[in-house]
Nanobody, 123 residues
């Protein structure tokens, strides 16, 4: 059974960078797209980025385009979210989840959610 664990969250100042990792265990990542999601206090969860199983297709939330980059290393069964020029509005719990092959509907196609990692950006 696929299990995902996020890491890399931290408290940083605005303008700084973080790299989040989403590590798989139980089953290899090669057949799964990985989606990154975030949820800020009092807000609904939103889809931030996604990368398909081969890394050929990547998708980004408009507000993070040009600042965040999603990538993956199937040999290491890990996906990454590089976050640059962080802003206070990026503060949230970031989670990863899997979808079969392609980046599907963020509301229905993702499963094996990780526990999340906290990102806090101070102004």
């Amino acid at each position: 059974q696929l299990q995902l664990v996020e890491s890399g969250g931290d408290s940083v100042q605005a303008g700084e960078s973080l790299r989040l990792a989403c590590a798989a265990s139980g089953v290899g990542l090669a057949n799964y797209a990985i989606g990154w999601f975030r949820q800020a206090p009092g807000k609904e969860r939103e889809a931030v980025s996604c990368i398909d199983n081969l890394g050929a297709d990547t998708q980004y939330l408009d507000s993070i385009k040009g600042r965040f980059t999603v990538s993956r290393d199937n040999a290491e069964d890990t996906a990454y979210l590089q976050m640059n020029d962080l802003k206070p509005e990026d503060t949230a719990v970031y989670s990863c989840a899997a979808a079969l092959w392609l980046c599907g509907d963020p509301k229905s196609d993702f499963f094996s959610w990780g526990q999340g990692t906290q990102v806090t950006v101070a102004s």
